[in-house]
């Protein structure tokens, strides 16, 4: 913050930019006129019911695809999935892009955390291409299996499993376009020669008089080559005035307030008076109006002196085409010591961006400017040389423009609002393509009943074939506009909010998070870019003003009078008239899509990296919306801080101190008077108004301004933090600043107390300066305990800080990397501002947000209400000038998050979707757990005996049995029907194989031939036929649960070779009839049985069934050395878990090497140990076979064969002694010679040794070791 009063006292307080805004005497209510306060904003539903939330203990995680948009389509398909509404309650749970982030393992254990009290995850969900290493990390994190996990070639196939898998049946279906095809950007360029001559910048010098009711007008025309304009227009006296410079266009492009010039003209701020001033590139030919207006009353009319200074320069016209993402424009220069200004002007004349000049911190030589989402049309870039000396100077110009080749915004938005659809309706959401439409989109609609469809499409892409397929499945509705879209939205939700974002054109895009937080909104989701990407160009203009900063008045040494961010230019950052303008567009935009209201205030959640869509268009939108930044750095931290969002209601009592808040005041006001908007004055007590709410809700209340102490109790996981202290983006000035993405630098103390303070904690504020602001750098005792830290500084020390709403009362922060990095550690709300601010109308505004927080309103409001009594008001101005313009404060995050207070929020149990239903929604249980393939009735009468759900297959009706393959629980074939499915099982080896390891079971009975297509080899032989058999894993659950299987059953034959991983449950004359498995995730059994009669039923049901039971796996086998010689003590190191990754303590596990036992000890939680002592290995060398078996009661029977998994080294010792033996003679002899011809044997004279370069030292020797892989020597199946 800064202060307008004292001059910094050091290097870093100057950095740090210290101080205050006060009001002086001369302002007071009168001189204000007065509005009453008003609430703007309301974000209860339509019919003024409060909406029901209950967590469901499902997750779904995708994984992420760079080569498509597969991944992105999926993830919207699972959302309708997961967030739904039933009965007037909606369902929430989190759909998860993965990528085994921080952010994303700390919201997985927050996750887990919740659910634990009611039992834990029930549902696993996995989508896309994970490793086997993934899936079990899954598990082992949950402690539950992964099922369904779904994979397909397009989004269409994935979207209908996961329809058919999640629904039993649906009247409904609604219809989204998809493309999983990436967009590619076509790059065009160009380039010029501007040739400027030095000539000296032309003047325009006259006068005016300012009259006392209306002030002055200057009309001015610039010349053809003017680049820049410069004016500056002085007077006698100390009365002040503001000013508005109108361009041809008759837009207000530069302007005053009376805020800023009254200080300029007043002695006590500055050593010379400072004129009104105007500074920015000719947008337009023709002519411009310098108005001059009244600040304070004169009596009779004020001479005043005009200057008015043209720059020379050059322009360049840019065709930008339609569907533009980047333009991009560089200049060069010969004369690298002078100062060229660039800046684009968009077609319509405004100044998009800049890239101004004449700072000793600028770049030398060369000005460059970025504009994502251009407007088509023609541009014009403007050069101008500030500096000319009489040379010649060549500016070359080259630009760049990336364009999309094909808008996936007709495809996002269409899939991204038919999600928010079918989440409202629950429903399930299938996809479409623009002229046909796929089969297993026609198939899941038919399978599920569907007697409704709606197609989903604002940008009416799809053709007539699209619509004659979609009505042989149902009545037809199609939603072919924006309007008719949000419609159907805003009727079913009852909610005005919005959610937005910008394409990426990339596998980065934001659209999956959007539907997400669509869903849990109610909201219909736009792309920012439009038809025209106007509001994107005026969102990029918003922050031009933000490339003037305030690092720069380092090097100067007047305030007020210099063009910086706290100079003259202070009240133009950001320019207002450029914030009104992009909230009209944005209000008109949403009025074409049927989304705005203009009687009531609209919660708006804005998905985009801060870099592409600036913070300050979110500020352009207040107060009539209220903005939320998800300001995410890729799509898959998009996805957890938006699940975090909608869980908040549910994760905000994981944290460890959610009944504390943290308030860490070190630069505040204490005891100020500030009039608010409304013409209100208040008193503040930043401590005491900050501190009181909080404790009257219940919290507990931390006070700490040490820098440890502040970082400790973080770590903690408060429900909220109030910072206020002194910030800024970088330690050293830059030009232009860095931001939005500078580093952040703020302020602590070095020893620990409550607050910052002046002379002592009793006395917070010094008699010295009586200012009601504590400000403890100005005062040397304390400011030896000042102490700067980083935003790298505090992500470092902290880890998962749960979920607070932070307020950042600091100038800058909100523009620095700070804000992100608190929301990846956790953070659901943070709100700061990204320019300077000042203590009394910041202190303000923190307090009034505070105290809404405890009063129950949401972040979003609360920012709003604060703003709209505080500062600007860009939707709807006041009519006049409000008591603040620095106070840009942005919020990151969801902005409907609520301050909850644990002791008085209830908590919610969640609900299981395994056991509960939701209408015809039966998350993964819509498909029977069963498929029996056969040619009879065989199977399906015993699995009606046992009323277990299955779909029955034969060779005439198998067509989708591929398809739904992974949506079951267990396969089952009846005897002896291989051969009628040899074809096409052979075609889907694979599939089987992979069915398996992702965790289905397969189980083939009666064989009686061999079968080579499938993975799991086995021979068969007739010759053991035979009506009885013997169990010899008495114990197995095949064999037991939920039946006993009699031992009198008639076999077909017997397996005469077979897999070595798998476990023989019976045999006949010690051939084996009946194997079982574990391959991957999965179980195989094999069998040669036919059994009949009650046996049938027993076998059969114990069969469908035998996937719910638990199985030993082996997770990890780790040797304790790579090499081994024989005579070393060898430890093999164990670890056995169930399928869900529960380690399994107390199993029997067997061991074999070769043909020897070998013992087992068990080391605890799940972990195992085989040691080979020095003697075992002493008397063995060459390579050695492992065989381990596992059993435990309950368990399916682990057996695994490690083929050559130890080889020992014969001892080295032996050859090593022969060696030194035969060197020791050699030297000795040496030596003797050496001495009788009397010479020197060792010369220390002269050279020096080095080593070999491909010398490895002992160190590097056991780092490589270290690295051993045994997983590099055998698989395990």
Known sequence: ????????????????????????????????????????????????????????????????????????????????????????????????????????????????????????????????????QESMAFRESFGTEVFPHIEGDSSAEVAAQLAISDWASSDTVVIGMANDDLSTLNTTSGNSIHSLDGSSPASYNTSTTVQPSSGASIPFTPPTNAGWLYGSFDWSGTNYFTHKLIDPNGNTVDYSLARQTRYQR????????????????????????????????????????????????????????ENAKWLNLTANWDNAGTNINLALIDPSGKMVQWAPAGSLLSGAGRDSIEVPYPSPGSWKAVGAWMDPNGETNNVELSWQIQRMETNPDSYFESSANAAVLASLMNAPLLYTGERTVPTVTLDAANRLGAEVVILVDPHNIHSTEVESQLETTGILSVLDNYPMVTDWIKTLSGQNDVIATVPQVSSNEFYPAAALSGAFHGA???????????????????????????????????????????????????????????????????????????????STVLLSPIDLIKPSFDRSLQTHFSPGRIPARNAELASVMISKAILHRFLFRTAESSDDTLLSLYAYTDGASYFDNFGNVRNIYQIEDTRDPLQDMGFNTLMHVGVNEVFNSLDTQVSLWAFSTHGTLTRYPADPPARPNGVGYFSFRDVDSPYGFEESVSNRESSEDADQLVNPVAFTAENAHHVIRTTNDLSGAVDNIGSPIVFLTACLLGGSQLPIQLMEHGAVGVMGSPRTVYFRAAGLLSTLVIESLANGTATGEALTSALDTVSMDYSDPLGYEPVDYANQYILF?????????????????????????????????????????????????????????????????????????????????????????????????????????????????????????????????????????????????????????????????????????????????????????????????????????????????????????????????????????????????????????????????????????????????????????????????GYYDLVLTARKLGYDTLSLHFDDYLYIRPSPWLPITIVGIAVLVILAVWSYRKRRKGEKIVDFGGSTYSPPKNHKTKKEKEEEDEEFDPKEFFGVE
């Not at 105007?278 to 004169?298: A, C, D, N, R």
């Not at 320019?575 to 944005?586: A, C, E, H, L, Q």
């Open 893 to 1181: 995050g969801d902005p409907e998050i609520n301050l909850y207070e644990p002791d008085s929020t209830p908590r919610i149990t969640s609900s299981d979707p395994t056991s509960n239903t939701y209408g015809t929604h039966t998350p993964a249980r819509g498909v029977a757990s069963i498929a029996a393939l056969g040619s009879t009735d065989y199977l399906p009468s015993s699995l009606e005996t046992a009323d277990i759900g299955y779909d029955f297959y034969s060779d005439s009706n198998s067509s989708d049995f591929m398809w739904l393959l992974n949506l079951r629980r267990a396969v089952l074939i009846e005897p002896a029907s291989l051969s009628l499915f040899n074809d096409w099982m052979t075609q889907y080896a694979q599939d089987f194989q992979e069915y398996v390891q992702d965790g289905g079971s397969l189980i083939i009975m009666g064989i009686n031939t061999n079968a080579t297509w499938l993975p799991w080899t086995f021979s068969f032989s007739d010759g053991f036929a035979s009506s009885q058999f013997s169990i010899t894993e008495e114990q197995h659950p095949l064999i037991t649960t939920p039946n006993s299987i009699d031992e009198n059953i008639t076999c077909l034959g017997a397996f005469t070779s077979y897999g070595s991983n798998f476990t023989p449950l019976a045999g006949v004359d010690g051939a084996p009839i009946l194997l079982a498995g574990i391959s991957g995730f999965g179980k195989v059994a094999l069998t040669t049985l036919d059994p009949t009669g009650n046996s049938k039923d027993a076998f059969i049901e114990n069969s469908a069934l035998w996937y719910r039971e638990p199985s030993l796996m082996l997770t990890e086998i780790a040797l304790s050395q790579e090499i081994i010689w024989g005579g070393d003590r060898v430890d093999i190191s164990i670890s056995i878990t169930d399928r869900k990754g529960n380690p399994i303590s107390d199993a029997d596990i067997q061991a074999r090497i070769d043909s020897t036992t070998v013992d087992v000890g068990h080391v605890g939680d799940g972990l195992y140990e085989i040691t080979l002592g020095e003697e075992w290995t002493r008397n063995r060398t």
């Open 1 to 132: 913050m800064l202060d307008r009063q004292k001059a910094p006292h050091s290097l870093i307080a100057m950095i740090l930019l210290l101080g205050t805004l006060f009001l002086p005497s001369a302002f007071s209510p009168q001189t204000l006129p007065v509005r009453e306060s008003r609430n703007p904003v309301q974000f209860k539903m339509a019919n003024g019911q409060e909406q029901n939330y209950t967590a469901m203990r499902r997750s779904v995680f995708v994984s992420p695809d760079s080569t498509s948009y597969i991944d992105e389509f999926s993830y919207m398909a699972a959302v309708p999935t997961s967030v739904f509404s039933h009965d007037g309650t909606k369902y929430v749970s989190p759909v998860v892009l993965s990528s085994s982030s921080d952010s994303e393992d700390w919201f997985i254990d927050d996750w887990k955390e919740y659910l634990s009290v009611d039992g834990g995850l029930e549902q696993l969900v996995t989508i896309g291409d994970f490793s086997i």
């Open 524 to 602: 219909p989701i736009f792309s920012l870019c439009g038809d025209d990407n106007q509001v994107t160009t005026m969102a990029e203009s918003t922050w031009a003003p933000y490339k003037i900063g305030p690092e720069i008045e380092i090097y100067v040494t007047s305030r007020y009078s210099t063009r910086t961010e706290n100079g003259w230019y202070d009240d133009r950052i950001p320019n207002m008239y450029t914030m009104r303008k992009s909230v009209d567009t944005f209000e008109s935009f949403l009025d074409t899509r049927g989304a705005y209201n203009s009687s009531a205030g609209q």
């Open 266 to 321: 007043n002695p006590s701020f500055v050593d010379e008076l400072v004129p009104l001033h105007f500074w920015l590139p000719k947008t337009l030919e023709g002519e411009y109006t310098m108005q001059v207006e009244i600040g304070s009353p004169i009596s009779a009319p004020v001479s005043m002196d005009c200057d008015i200074t043209y720059y020379p320069g050059f322009s360049q016209e840019i065709n930008v085409p």
